[in-house]
């Protein structure tokens, strides 16, 4: 019998080992584990939201201002909303009618109690029906202007240069403290102002705007009426039931008419008949205790510097009723809606208009009722 060889253990554990070896570097690498799928517990990265509409150009939102149109939209006696964005055939009504001298007050693109007021007298002196909605014949009279009624407007460096003043609301005390007087507190409200437009409403048809920033563009309503000649305003009416003011030429023909806001139940208006005595512009104003039966009694005699914020605003018409005027306000949007401490109040823009007719001896007739 041949002798098997016998092949020492640690060699057949070694060639053992070198085949396992050949034999696992000839298969393919195994492929990368994937990662682990999302879950409750580990969410991961939220997906990015979808893009939002774009805002309109300030050109886009001018054309479409200027190709408003009355259909589809609410009667004038049903308030807007003031959540919703403003309406661009109101916003184009209201700047007509202030061309027409049938001030609206504040542009903001709503149907509001002014704006009623507007166009109700609009109608009545065009012979239209007085309905105080945006009819048909309504709307083919205000669109005779012909003209634009939005336009495009850049910031300039004076426009942001300022200088503004802390918004103090009517505090007489904080604004006789005031070194430079109460003037406009920001771009924006100076701008809307010029315009003569709702701060918030310039704010939402131009949205992103920096209004502090020099070249910026913006979209802004074009109002104005031609001017009243000196003199040629002879005969004013402030109706209380009404809060409105008219002025009238010598002949008696109706020459404009402007939302008011007229004393108040406390404070009430004057009656009867009066006339102005002469006009003051960029005022300053003095509270006097002694004379008046309202206000920071306490704090004696008040200084308030000239300012379009003060509380007369920019110009006082002056009534030989004493400590009585008609003028302007710090707060064009209330016109109409709040209370006064006896006078006439109107809008900055709506005063000047005003004033710029009157003479001394312009006749003054208060009629009505506040709230009749």
């Not at 055939?89 to 049938?102: N, P, V």
């Not at 909605?133 to 407007?153: E, H, M, N, Q, S």
């Not at 002025?247 to 109706?254: E, I, V």
């Not at 109107?346 to 009629?367: E, I, S, Y």
């Amino acid at each position: 019998m041949r002798p098997v060889s016998k092949v020492p253990a640690a060699l057949l554990m070694a060639a053992a080992a070198v085949f396992v070896s050949a034999e696992a570097s000839a298969q393919p690498a195994p492929a990368p584990a994937a990662p682990p799928a999302p879950s409750a517990l580990h969410p991961g990265p939220p997906a990015p939201p979808p893009p939002g509409p774009r805002p309109p150009s300030p050109a886009e939102e001018a054309k479409a201002i200027d190709l408003a149109g009355p259909h589809g939209l609410p009667p004038s006696d049903q308030p807007g909303d003031k959540s919703a964005p403003p309406d661009p055939t109101f916003i184009k009504a209201e700047t007509l009618l202030d061309r027409a001298r049938f001030s609206p007050g504040v542009i903001d693109g709503r149907a509001g109690t002014n704006f009623r007021h507007a166009l109700a007298a609009y109608q009545d002196a065009n012979h239209l029906p007085t309905s105080g909605d945006l009819d048909p014949k309504t709307w083919a009279a205000l669109i005779r202007d012909g003209k634009p009624v939005a336009a495009l407007y850049t910031i300039t460096p004076q426009d942001v240069a300022g200088p503004f003043a802390p918004d103090v609301g009517e505090d007489f005390v904080k604004l006789a403290a005031l070194p430079n007087g109460p003037g406009f507190s920001r771009p924006s409200e100076m701008l809307a102002e010029r315009f003569h437009m709702d701060e918030d409403t310039l704010k939402a048809l131009n949205p992103g705007v920096d209004f502090a920033k020099a070249g910026s563009q913006i979209v802004v309503a074009e109002p104005g009426a031609p001017p009243l000649a000196k003199g040629e305003v002879k005969r004013i009416e402030v109706s209380k039931s009404k809060a409105e003011v008219s002025a009238f030429d010598g002949a008696g023909k109706l020459l404009a008419v402007y939302p008011a806001t007229v004393g108040s139940t406390e404070r009430p208006s004057p009656s009867g008949t009066h006339k102005v005595n002469g006009v003051a512009w960029n005022t300053d104003y003095t509270y006097d205790p002694s004379k008046l039966h309202w206000g920071p009694r306490s704090h004696g005699k008040l200084h308030i510097k000239p300012g379009p914020n003060g509380p007369v605003g920019v110009v006082w018409i002056d009534l030989n009723a004493p400590s009585y005027g008609i003028h302007g306000t710090p707060d064009p949007s209330k016109i109409g809606k709040t209370a006064s401490h006896g006078c006439v109040r109107l809008t900055n823009w709506d005063a000047v208009a005003l004033a710029q007719g009157v003479h001394p001896g312009t006749v003054v007739r208060f009629t009505g009722t506040r709230g009749g």
